[in-house]
């Protein structure tokens, strides 16, 4: 089976954006790949981090992964600053990578907005970071949405240019694991803008860890607007609130927006809520408490993060030392 390597930043509980645009491809994916999932807090301190809520957001995180069925079992899940391969390989991709690729980071552009000379050093190096996660498992397949493509790019600028100067064929090409189009989940409150843990509101998104009296709650205060459902997807053209409640129904059934509107087409929002509400609340409850069973043993769970870090130890060990040798480093 092909190797797949993917990460997740240590936010803590996943919202319903993270769900259906990552979580749940995850475990489809451990079926027909040999994969490694990663909670990438080295990554999460590239901007200021309280210190004791990031170790107990990256529990959040792990156990929110699991909850979803990503069985450690199977996979590797593991915390990225418990394999040192990673900063030792990125250290040699710093020195591999170019000024003027990083200059082309549209997201670090994005990230340090107008006060760029103030980001740290790492929030400009972090797409550096990501190619050695990847490839210090010598992984050839990478899920990825629309904002990360260019840093897989750079991975692979990255992977040639060592090939190159250091006459190997060491590291291999990355390839994009495309499944279809991933549901791009929106705030409930402005469809315009997608659901974040970032936006104050904790009535803009739904949490993995929210109750049924909270997830319908949420829905039932979900900005739509006065118009009922369209019959058909034309009818959803500027109406953005009303796309993405559709769009979510659509995820959950593992349908499209024709066969929702078919279905619910013509009817008021009332209903429609009531009949979303049920739907999220079917899949989201043992996902909840799943998760609080987790959380509730620590060093269980602990055991289980330390265990995926020496597997993927086992495997990133002896490439990433290959590569320390192939640079002049001495190990003595």
């Given at each position: 089976?092909?190797?797949?390597?993917?990460?997740?930043q240590?936010?803590?509980?996943?919202?319903?954006?993270?769900?259906?645009?990552?979580?749940?491809?995850?475990?489809?994916?451990?079926?027909?790949?040999?994969?490694?999932?990663?909670?990438?807090?080295?990554?999460?301190?590239?901007?200021?981090?309280?210190?004791?809520?990031?170790?107990?957001?990256?529990?959040?995180?792990?156990?929110?992964?699991?909850?979803c069925?990503?069985?450690?079992?199977?996979?590797?899940?593991?915390?990225?600053?418990?394999?040192?391969?990673?900063?030792?390989?990125?250290?040699?991709?710093?020195?591999?990578?170019?000024?003027?690729?990083?200059?082309?980071?549209?997201?670090?552009?994005?990230?340090?907005g107008?006060?760029?000379?103030?980001?740290?050093?790492?929030?400009?190096?972090?797409?550096?970071?990501?190619?050695?996660?990847?490839?210090?498992?010598?992984?050839?397949?990478?899920?990825?949405?629309?904002?990360?493509?260019?840093?897989?790019?750079?991975?692979?600028?990255?992977?040639?240019?060592?090939n190159?100067?250091?006459?190997?064929?060491?590291?291999p090409?990355?390839?994009?694991?495309?499944?279809?189009?991933?549901?791009?989940?929106?705030?409930?409150?402005?469809?315009?803008?997608?659901?974040?843990?970032?936006?104050?509101?904790?009535?803009?998104?739904?949490?993995?860890?929210?109750?049924?009296?909270?997830?319908?709650?949420?829905?039932?205060?979900?900005?739509?607007?006065?118009?009922?459902?369209?019959?058909?997807?034309?009818?959803?053209?500027?109406?953005?609130?009303?796309?993405?409640?559709?769009?979510?129904?659509?995820?959950?059934?593992?349908?499209?927006?024709?066969?929702?509107?078919?279905?619910?087409?013509?009817?008021?929002?009332?209903?429609?809520?009531?009949?979303?509400?049920?739907?999220?609340?079917?899949?989201?409850?043992?996902?909840?408490?799943?998760?609080?069973?987790?959380?509730?043993?620590?060093?269980?769970?602990?055991?289980?993060?330390?265990?995926?870090?020496?597997?993927?130890?086992?495997?990133a060990?002896?490439?990433?030392?290959?590569?320390?040798?192939?640079?002049?480093?001495?190990?003595?």
């Amino acid at each position: 089976m092909k190797r797949i390597f993917s990460g997740i930043q240590p936010s803590g509980i996943p919202t319903l954006g993270n769900y259906l645009g990552a979580l749940r491809n995850w475990v489809t994916l451990q079926d027909t790949h040999e994969c490694l999932y990663c909670v990438v807090d080295m990554h999460a301190i590239t901007v200021a981090q309280d210190p004791e809520k990031l170790r107990q957001s990256t529990r959040e995180m792990a156990a929110s992964v699991i909850a979803c069925g990503v069985d450690p079992a199977r996979n590797i899940l593991f915390v990225q600053s418990s394999v040192s391969a990673h900063a030792r390989l990125a250290w040699i991709f710093n020195c591999v990578a170019r000024l003027g690729w990083l200059n082309r980071m549209t997201q670090f552009k994005d990230k340090a907005g107008k006060d760029r000379e103030n980001a740290s050093a790492g929030l400009y190096v972090y797409p550096n970071l990501m190619a050695a996660d990847i490839l210090a498992y010598h992984a050839t397949l990478v899920p990825v949405g629309d904002d990360q493509r260019q840093h897989l790019e750079l991975t692979n600028d990255i992977a040639e240019k060592f090939n190159h100067d250091f006459g190997v064929a060491f590291f291999p090409h990355v390839e994009p694991l495309i499944q279809g189009p991933a549901a791009r989940v929106m705030s409930l409150r402005d469809g315009l803008r997608k659901m974040s843990k970032s936006d104050p509101s904790d009535q803009s998104r739904i949490n993995l860890s929210d109750d049924a009296d909270t997830i319908a709650m949420k829905i039932r205060r979900a900005k739509t607007d006065p118009e009922p459902l369209p019959e058909d997807i034309d009818g959803l053209e500027g109406r953005p609130e009303a796309r993405n409640l559709v769009g979510i129904y659509a995820a959950l059934t593992n349908s499209d927006t024709a066969t929702v509107l078919r279905e619910h087409g013509g009817k008021g929002f009332g209903p429609y809520k009531e009949a979303l509400t049920e739907l999220l609340v079917q899949e989201l409850s043992p996902i909840a408490a799943e998760t609080r069973r987790l959380l509730a043993d620590e060093a269980e769970l602990d055991r289980l993060l330390h265990d995926g870090g020496r597997r993927a130890e086992a495997i990133a060990e002896p490439i990433v030392a290959e590569a320390e040798k192939l640079v002049g480093f001495l190990r003595v």
